[in-house]
């Protein structure tokens, strides 16, 4: 039995291919099935997806005795150590039926078999019966989607619970004020909280997390510039080497976490936790029918990554060119990615207004090329200097490598700056 209930849980577990919302994965690919720890309590500081969403206990006990004496004690006891581990997650006892258990449901003639006395010792818990074997497809897959869109239901209202609870715990933590030492784990939950929001379809609350960790990012690296003062978790982000300058890829509608994962434990440069944020900032605002604010929050964050790299300290030691190259690369990405996912009606009837922004990137950019032809001596009557452009092109990602395409879907900025760079003519021109 214990088999075949694990290949029925790989089966609930594996995507669908139509991605139609009424499946278990549908709902979320990192969500899945591990191990009850009784001695686990939740932490406050946990990030939201490593909290439990649902607790469940599988039964395929078809002897009522058994079940008196053995299986009904192990969940009341398995319901008692929940309780004590607190936090939002919700519990379902799943009732799995095999033909062990639709002969013994036979052979007690209306006496209460043991899924009449799980329901009636346990009202007002959620209990599911889930066939693991029949000779009906139709009845096996009614019963898989039963127990699917149950486990999505409570999984995704848990999620809501998580979530709601994150935000009022970090927003009475800035409204205490954040010390400086303390600053990362809070813009680390501050983003987990807004993927969370994505997660559950309120992209609103998701824009404005993410709004509200690039503003207090640049608050917090403004008021450790003005005070001149050492901070651990700076330090830490400094001493890892950019060796690539890889700018957002806001005209790709795939989302590439590869930068997550280096942001949460601290070893991700300053310039890539920009790449991510204003990743995530402009797909959301053209989720939400926003495209012609990505201008706005890009210039903006392109000034501040600019002003950091001259105030801080921790930051000159970045390579020369990298900002300047990834400034020119996010310009020219803003420009196609409003014209590509913006609304085709507010693109006509903004026609003034989108002149205007584009004008906007093009001036920032040109002036960000301008710097790098007098860093490289690509201006006339300048030497080249071919060690440092060398150096400057090998840290440019053309846009098929940092998208994960073996074939590029929208101009490539970095390869059109690589060939800008290979001369004076080339500059140029």
Not at 100 to 115: I, M, N, T
Request: proline residues 2%; glycine residues 4%.
């Amino acid at each position: 039995m214990q088999k075949r209930l694990q290949n029925r849980l790989k089966q609930l577990q594996t995507s669908s291919k139509d991605g139609s919302s009424n499946t278990f994965s549908a709902f979320c690919d990192g969500v899945k099935f591990v191990p009850f720890e009784s001695h686990q309590r939740s932490n406050s500081e946990q990030c939201v997806f490593e909290k439990p969403l649902l607790h469940t206990f599988w039964n395929a006990t078809s002897d009522v005795e058994e079940y008196r004496l053995r299986t009904k004690p192990h969940i009341v006891q398995w319901l008692s150590d929940v309780e004590k581990l607190g936090g939002c997650a919700e519990c379902l006892v799943v009732f799995c039926i095999t033909a062990e258990v639709r002969a013994a449901k036979k052979k007690a003639k209306g006496q209460g078999d043991v899924e009449e006395r799980l329901r009636n010792d346990f009202k007002g818990r959620v209990i599911v019966a889930f066939r693991l074997s029949s000779s009906n497809e139709n009845r096996l897959a009614d019963s898989s989607q039963s127990l699917t869109n149950t486990l999505n239901d409570m999984c995704f209202s848990c999620m809501e619970k998580l979530t709601a609870a994150e935000a009022k715990q970090l927003s009475n933590l800035k409204e205490d004020g954040i010390l400086l030492p303390n600053f990362y784990s809070f813009f680390v939950r501050q983003i987990n909280l807004a993927i969370a929001y994505e997660m559950i379809l309120q992209e609103s609350n998701a824009l404005e997390c993410f709004n509200v960790a690039s503003s207090l990012l640049e608050d917090t690296l403004s008021r450790i510039a003005k005070a001149n003062e050492s901070v651990i978790w700076l330090d830490r982000i400094a001493s890892n080497p950019c060796t690539s300058w890889d700018y957002p890829t806001l005209t790709e509608t795939n989302r590439s976490w590869k930068y997550l994962q280096a942001i949460e434990n601290g070893s991700c440069p300053l310039l890539h936790i920009r790449t991510f944020l204003l990743s995530c900032q402009a797909r959301l605002l053209f989720a939400l029918d926003k495209g012609w604010n990505v201008s706005q929050t890009c210039i903006s964050t392109l000034h501040a990554m600019s002003r950091e790299r001259k105030e801080l300290k921790v930051l000159q030691a970045m390579p020369v060119g990298a900002v300047e190259c990834w400034a020119y690369m996010t310009c020219f990405e803003a420009i196609q990615a409003i014209m590509m996912q913006s609304n085709p009606d507010s693109l006509m009837s903004a026609t003034s207004s989108f002149l205007h922004v584009r004008a906007e990137l093009w001036d920032y950019a040109h002036e960000k090329l301008r710097t790098l032809g007098l860093l490289c001596g690509l201006m006339p009557k300048d030497t080249c200097k071919t060690e440092l452009i060398k150096a400057i092109q090998s840290g440019i990602t053309k846009h098929a490598e940092l998208a994960g395409f073996k074939e590029k879907s929208s101009e490539d900025h970095g390869q059109n700056l690589i060939s800008l760079l290979q001369s004076q003519q080339a500059f140029k021109t």
